[in-house]
């Protein structure tokens, strides 16, 4: 008989272990159960480590009987498919590395594992994290569970739809140009991207190195508040992770959003947007207002070249990024007479269609003779987009505006013409550009029950006052798509 | 060798580019041990295998032995310098990007300057750049398949680039020894090539002699030793000489050196493109070298190799060629400066080292520690010469004898009785005996046969049973002898 433990938030089940009412064990095994039931239908898990998680919860619950467990202590959460997780096969979602069994720990991952959390398995992405929809798995696409037909969103599509089916109670994703942001929105639920180099990014396979970020997926901004607190701080192993201090971001949640300066980017209402996307978004903004927040418009002018600008620099940094993956020392090798064939046939077996686009576009960028016009360029472009938002920011504390231009699109839409799908990222793309914090919370439905997320923008390591906005919002009582008792 | 003729027309232009592994205790970008010598793949980590979302961080140590280096050069060091990503494929690269600077290096310019011949004024090699780069792994090639060691790769370079200066091989052997050296006395490297923690291509292009147009550059690679590189040098400028003669066009290319054979051949034709496609390395900050950081370093200079040597002409009264005898190595002109305190005669303690010291590590075939006895002790021997107390050739037998055994000096020249005797009347009756039986060799060498002075001091110096006091035979010799 299935249970709605797994429906908790981590708010929830902390007083609740705490308390003793809920054992570690019960709680991971509800969890463990949600996954059985839906993944044939969602195919959000690659792997699920059920033994690893009952081996952590039973560890957790021993903790959970001593002084001040830490915060995540007997929590069961997934893991996207891209950190490596010791011991436990990590793919990417790609052939190339089906059968790569990393010896590390990501930095992310060990930090969770330090606090006692229980993982429950390796979530399901675009290969390399290079999609928005999921579909470019080599395990096949994984659903959204508010509508089977259509995609999670992506990349971090298998983290999005296990948190919105309660087969965990958070998931660990990444976000490049978007991909936690907007399947926290197609699959209404909260999701963070921190500022660049607020998380360390060792043991996360490299896409794009001044783009990729760690974040977490969780059904309350409060919920998010406590990972990003978990995940957050230097890192000896990484040098693009910075040092400054990690602020107790639960003490930012003030539940009020007086006095704030939201502004609206007008480039982000994009011609052809979903009518009902751009309601429901304006009536959130209008739900700010009268929650004492003040509105004013705001233009980042450069936005209409963020998505060439972004699809130049990470591709450039994704072609030498994926240069390891040689067929020589781990992953997938297949059989040849020589290198040059070992290389090419190998790379050709392992990569899948978009991946091998990329790396493409990304060597053609970096190329004698056009490196200046296409990666130069682009790094200039990206400065220019920068300063928008530092322009925009002397006049408000955050930004508010659409997540995506549509809602949950259906499986194969959009997958004729890849630069459709490009064009989908125009709302969170820049931000990653600009290596700013950006959170995504929930703020109504489509005709078709479909979410819709409204995102939040702040300036530079200012993720404690988009926690404070986002559970000031969400705590009015914006429309939650979460039933709990699904 | 080319002819004199060949070489007053052409003109040979070279510039070397140098490899040097840094004597840090780990890894460019990670601690995993530089120790030389272990067994394959087990200085090895995820970060220098290149395994998936691994990152790299600066081993700061590098930087400090860099700028070192880049003083000791004259380079001006740069105080804000970047790394960025070489990239390629190849099986001992395991990233499949090498991480080397390339648009801002950390020193540019400088300059070595090689000590002139016979007193003539040094001749002065500018460099371009001195860069920081990790090294690959090393491939092992066997017959039916490759074998990838990646204990190497990760370790932190500097890569020297000259300027085209150099116009011999000689000069290029010159160029490499002197830069070998500074390493070594800046303790920065070890510099041996053999061992391969010193790499040296080079890039050869000839002229007609005059023109200031440069030629087609040749790259030429695969020089194992100093003796390689001068050979190679050697014949690819007499390679490309006779080529222009014959009216044929050099190719600008890069060739192998093959030692067997003595002659450079193309390298196979590349079957993957060198379009390297440089980027800034977005996962590592941009290196400072600011101004306090620099003259911490300079201030805790060692003195090189240039300066010991001026001192030594200078000071010492020693000749130009004896001091760079002496300064060659490191560890020889320390062990020289520690006999000066002990034997006040410069002069012998400058012979000793250059002679019995050097012959002896050279035959040995160690290190100067292993193979000959501390200073102390060698001075205490080289003391007992100046007091006249043993002659010089049995301290040369005392000093063998040192060196096999480990004994100090006073108790191997007990051990072996090679005190002398300078009792004069000893040594004077011992001369009576020697003239008084050779009166046809005395009437010669009164004669005029000078000569024979040097057959009676023998004869005397056998009688005494070879433990006389040369200087005592010789002045009582000439006593009984009378002047001639």
Redesign the interface.
């Given at each position: 008989m299935a249970d709605n433990l797994c429906t908790l938030t981590i708010t929830e089940a902390q007083q609740l272990l705490r308390s003793g009412e809920l054992s570690a064990h019960e709680l991971t095994r509800s969890c463990l159960e949600r996954i059985s039931a839906t993944q044939p239908s969602l195919n959000s898990f690659i792997t699920v480590t059920a033994d690893l998680a009952l081996a952590q919860a039973q560890a957790a619950q021993q903790r959970l009987g001593q002084p001040n467990p830490p915060p995540l202590c007997g929590i069961p959460l997934a893991i996207k498919d891209?950190?490596?997780l010791a011991g436990v096969r990590?793919t990417?979602a790609s052939r190339i590395?089906s059968n790569?069994v990393?010896?590390?720990d990501?930095t992310a991952v060990a930090r969770l594992r330090e606090q006692g959390a229980v993982f429950v398995g390796k979530v399901n992405l675009d290969e390399f994290a290079m999609g928005s929809s999921t579909e470019n798995s080599a395990f096949g696409p994984t659903r959204n569970p508010h509508d089977t037909e259509r995609v999670a969103g992506g990349s971090s599509g298998g983290s999005a739809a296990a948190v919105a089916a309660h087969q965990c109670l958070s998931a660990l994703g990444t976000d490049t140009g978007g991909s936690i942001r907007q399947p926290a929105s197609f699959c209404g639920v909260v999701g963070i991207k921190p500022t660049y180099g607020r998380v360390s990014?060792?043991?996360?396979?490299?896409y794009a190195?001044?783009l990729d970020q760690v974040g977490p997926f969780t059904k309350t901004v409060r919920d998010g508040a406590i990972m990003l607190r978990a995940l957050a701080g230097a890192d000896?192993?990484?040098?693009?992770c910075s040092a400054r201090e990690v602020p107790d971001y639960e003490r930012a949640l003030s539940g009020e959003m007086g006095g704030l300066r939201v502004g609206v980017p007008k480039e982000f209402f994009v011609a052809g947007m979903q009518p009902e996307v751009e309601q429901a978004v304006r009536a959130a903004l209008q739900r700010m207002e009268g929650l004492g927040a003040e509105i004013v418009e705001v233009s980042l002018p450069h936005t209409r070249y963020a998505i060439a600008t972004y699809y130049l620099i990470a591709t450039?940094?994704a072609?030498?990024n994926?240069?390891?993956?040689?067929g020589?020392?781990?992953g997938l090798r297949a059989e040849a007479g020589n290198?040059?064939d070992l290389?090419t046939r190998s790379r050709a077996a392992g990569f899948g269609a978009e991946v091998k686009r990329r790396i493409m576009l990304g060597?053609f960028a970096?190329?004698?003779g056009y490196?200046d016009a296409y990666?130069l360029k682009a790094q200039r472009v990206r400065t220019l987009i920068r300063q928008d938002y530092q322009r925009a920011f002397e006049h408000c504390d955050l930004l508010a505006a659409p997540t995506a231009p549509t809602t949950a699109f259906r499986l194969g839409e959009k997958l004729s013409d890849p630069l459709q799908m490009y064009l989908s990222d125009i709302c969170t793309i820049s931000v990653n550009l600009a290596g700013l914090p950006g959170l995504v919370v929930p703020c109504g439905h489509d005709r078709q029950r479909l979410p819709i997320g409204l995102q939040l923008i702040g300036p530079s390591f200012g993720e404690a006052v988009l926690f404070r906005a986002g559970d000031a919002y969400e705590m009015a009582g914006a429309e939650a798509p979460q039933a709990r008792s699904r | 060798m080319a002819s004199a003729l060949a070489l007053s027309e052409y003109e040979a232009v070279i510039g070397l580019e140098v490899h040097s592994q840094l004597l840090t205790q780990s890894k460019c970008f990670c601690a995993c041990s530089s120790q030389f010598g272990a067994p394959p793949n087990s200085h090895v980590c995820p970060v220098c295998m290149g395994m998936p979302g691994t990152l790299p961080v600066l081993n700061r140590r590098v930087l400090e032995l860099a700028i070192r280096l880049g003083l000791a050069a004259h380079c001006e060091i740069a105080p804000r310098s970047t790394f960025a990503r070489k990239n390629y494929f190849y099986p001992d690269l395991p990233k499949g990007y090498q991480i080397s600077q390339y648009d801002e290096p950390l020193c540019v310019g400088g300059y070595l300057d090689l000590p002139g011949e016979d007193g003539a004024a040094p001749r002065r090699i500018r460099l371009v750049r001195i860069h920081l780069e990790e090294d690959a792994g090393k491939n092992v090639h066997l017959p039916d398949c490759s074998l990838v060691d990646f204990n190497r790769s990760g370790l932190p370079l500097v890569e020297i680039v000259s300027e085209p200066d150099l116009r011999s091989a000689r000069e290029a052997g010159a160029y490499l020894r002197e830069l070998r050296a500074i390493v070594r006395y800046l303790k920065v490297s070890d510099g041996n090539m053999e061992e391969g923690n010193f790499r040296c291509d080079a890039n050869v292009s000839v002229r007609p002699r005059g023109s200031a147009k440069l030629g087609a550059k040749v790259e030429v690679k695969n020089m194992n030793s100093f003796r390689h590189v001068e050979n190679a040098i050697e014949y690819e400028i007499e390679r490309q000489i006779e080529a222009l003669r014959a009216g044929e066009r050099i190719a600008q290319e890069t060739r192998l050196w093959n030692p067997d054979r003595a002659t450079t051949h193309p390298m196979r034709s590349k079957e993957f493109a060198h379009d390297y496609r440089y980027f800034p390395e977005p996962d590592l900050a941009p290196v400072l070298a600011p101004r306090e950081l620099v003259e911490a370093v300079a201030a805790r200079m060692p003195e090189l190799p240039a300066q010991r040597r001026t001192r030594y002409v200078e000071q010492l009264g020693i000749s130009a060629y004896e001091a760079q005898v002496l300064t060659a190595e490191r560890e020889l002109a320390d062990y020289f400066e520690a006999l000066l305190p002990i034997v006040s005669n410069t002069r012998m303690a400058a012979n000793w080292v250059m002679t019995e010291v050097l012959r002896m590590v050279n035959e040995s075939g160690r290190e100067l520690t292993q193979a000959v006895p501390p200073a102390a002790e060698v001075g205490a021997l080289l003391k007992l010469v100046e007091r006249e107390t043993i002659s010089l050739n049995a301290a040369k037998t005392a000093f063998a004898a040192m060196c096999k055994s480990g004994q100090g000096a006073a108790a191997v020249v007990a051990e072996l009785g090679l005190a002398q005797v300078s009792d004069e009347s000893a040594i004077a009756q011992a001369c009576q005996r020697v003239l008084q039986s050779e009166p046809d060799k005395v009437a010669e060498f009164r004669g005029g046969r000078d000569k024979l002075f040097g057959f009676f001091v023998g004869q005397v110096m056998k009688v005494m049973g070879g433990k006389a006091n040369p200087k005592v035979i010789n002045e009582i010799l000439r006593r009984h002898l009378g002047s001639n």
């Amino acid at each position: 008989m299935a249970d709605n433990l797994c429906t908790l938030t981590i708010t929830e089940a902390q007083q609740l272990l705490r308390s003793g009412e809920l054992s570690a064990h019960e709680l991971t095994r509800s969890c463990l159960e949600r996954i059985s039931a839906t993944q044939p239908s969602l195919n959000s898990f690659i792997t699920v480590t059920a033994d690893l998680a009952l081996a952590q919860a039973q560890a957790a619950q021993q903790r959970l009987g001593q002084p001040n467990p830490p915060p995540l202590c007997g929590i069961p959460l997934a893991i996207k498919d891209i950190y490596a997780l010791a011991g436990v096969r990590t793919t990417a979602a790609s052939r190339i590395l089906s059968n790569f069994v990393p010896p590390y720990d990501a930095t992310a991952v060990a930090r969770l594992r330090e606090q006692g959390a229980v993982f429950v398995g390796k979530v399901n992405l675009d290969e390399f994290a290079m999609g928005s929809s999921t579909e470019n798995s080599a395990f096949g696409p994984t659903r959204n569970p508010h509508d089977t037909e259509r995609v999670a969103g992506g990349s971090s599509g298998g983290s999005a739809a296990a948190v919105a089916a309660h087969q965990c109670l958070s998931a660990l994703g990444t976000d490049t140009g978007g991909s936690i942001r907007q399947p926290a929105s197609f699959c209404g639920v909260v999701g963070i991207k921190p500022t660049y180099g607020r998380v360390s990014r060792y043991g996360v396979i490299a896409y794009a190195s001044s783009l990729d970020q760690v974040g977490p997926f969780t059904k309350t901004v409060r919920d998010g508040a406590i990972m990003l607190r978990a995940l957050a701080g230097a890192d000896p192993l990484d040098s693009t992770c910075s040092a400054r201090e990690v602020p107790d971001y639960e003490r930012a949640l003030s539940g009020e959003m007086g006095g704030l300066r939201v502004g609206v980017p007008k480039e982000f209402f994009v011609a052809g947007m979903q009518p009902e996307v751009e309601q429901a978004v304006r009536a959130a903004l209008q739900r700010m207002e009268g929650l004492g927040a003040e509105i004013v418009e705001v233009s980042l002018p450069h936005t209409r070249y963020a998505i060439a600008t972004y699809y130049l620099i990470a591709t450039a940094e994704a072609s030498s990024n994926l240069g390891r993956y040689d067929g020589i020392k781990y992953g997938l090798r297949a059989e040849a007479g020589n290198l040059l064939d070992l290389y090419t046939r190998s790379r050709a077996a392992g990569f899948g269609a978009e991946v091998k686009r990329r790396i493409m576009l990304g060597t053609f960028a970096l190329s004698s003779g056009y490196y200046d016009a296409y990666y130069l360029k682009a790094q200039r472009v990206r400065t220019l987009i920068r300063q928008d938002y530092q322009r925009a920011f002397e006049h408000c504390d955050l930004l508010a505006a659409p997540t995506a231009p549509t809602t949950a699109f259906r499986l194969g839409e959009k997958l004729s013409d890849p630069l459709q799908m490009y064009l989908s990222d125009i709302c969170t793309i820049s931000v990653n550009l600009a290596g700013l914090p950006g959170l995504v919370v929930p703020c109504g439905h489509d005709r078709q029950r479909l979410p819709i997320g409204l995102q939040l923008i702040g300036p530079s390591f200012g993720e404690a006052v988009l926690f404070r906005a986002g559970d000031a919002y969400e705590m009015a009582g914006a429309e939650a798509p979460q039933a709990r008792s699904r | 060798m080319a002819s004199a003729l060949a070489l007053s027309e052409y003109e040979a232009v070279i510039g070397l580019e140098v490899h040097s592994q840094l004597l840090t205790q780990s890894k460019c970008f990670c601690a995993c041990s530089s120790q030389f010598g272990a067994p394959p793949n087990s200085h090895v980590c995820p970060v220098c295998m290149g395994m998936p979302g691994t990152l790299p961080v600066l081993n700061r140590r590098v930087l400090e032995l860099a700028i070192r280096l880049g003083l000791a050069a004259h380079c001006e060091i740069a105080p804000r310098s970047t790394f960025a990503r070489k990239n390629y494929f190849y099986p001992d690269l395991p990233k499949g990007y090498q991480i080397s600077q390339y648009d801002e290096p950390l020193c540019v310019g400088g300059y070595l300057d090689l000590p002139g011949e016979d007193g003539a004024a040094p001749r002065r090699i500018r460099l371009v750049r001195i860069h920081l780069e990790e090294d690959a792994g090393k491939n092992v090639h066997l017959p039916d398949c490759s074998l990838v060691d990646f204990n190497r790769s990760g370790l932190p370079l500097v890569e020297i680039v000259s300027e085209p200066d150099l116009r011999s091989a000689r000069e290029a052997g010159a160029y490499l020894r002197e830069l070998r050296a500074i390493v070594r006395y800046l303790k920065v490297s070890d510099g041996n090539m053999e061992e391969g923690n010193f790499r040296c291509d080079a890039n050869v292009s000839v002229r007609p002699r005059g023109s200031a147009k440069l030629g087609a550059k040749v790259e030429v690679k695969n020089m194992n030793s100093f003796r390689h590189v001068e050979n190679a040098i050697e014949y690819e400028i007499e390679r490309q000489i006779e080529a222009l003669r014959a009216g044929e066009r050099i190719a600008q290319e890069t060739r192998l050196w093959n030692p067997d054979r003595a002659t450079t051949h193309p390298m196979r034709s590349k079957e993957f493109a060198h379009d390297y496609r440089y980027f800034p390395e977005p996962d590592l900050a941009p290196v400072l070298a600011p101004r306090e950081l620099v003259e911490a370093v300079a201030a805790r200079m060692p003195e090189l190799p240039a300066q010991r040597r001026t001192r030594y002409v200078e000071q010492l009264g020693i000749s130009a060629y004896e001091a760079q005898v002496l300064t060659a190595e490191r560890e020889l002109a320390d062990y020289f400066e520690a006999l000066l305190p002990i034997v006040s005669n410069t002069r012998m303690a400058a012979n000793w080292v250059m002679t019995e010291v050097l012959r002896m590590v050279n035959e040995s075939g160690r290190e100067l520690t292993q193979a000959v006895p501390p200073a102390a002790e060698v001075g205490a021997l080289l003391k007992l010469v100046e007091r006249e107390t043993i002659s010089l050739n049995a301290a040369k037998t005392a000093f063998a004898a040192m060196c096999k055994s480990g004994q100090g000096a006073a108790a191997v020249v007990a051990e072996l009785g090679l005190a002398q005797v300078s009792d004069e009347s000893a040594i004077a009756q011992a001369c009576q005996r020697v003239l008084q039986s050779e009166p046809d060799k005395v009437a010669e060498f009164r004669g005029g046969r000078d000569k024979l002075f040097g057959f009676f001091v023998g004869q005397v110096m056998k009688v005494m049973g070879g433990k006389a006091n040369p200087k005592v035979i010789n002045e009582i010799l000439r006593r009984h002898l009378g002047s001639n």
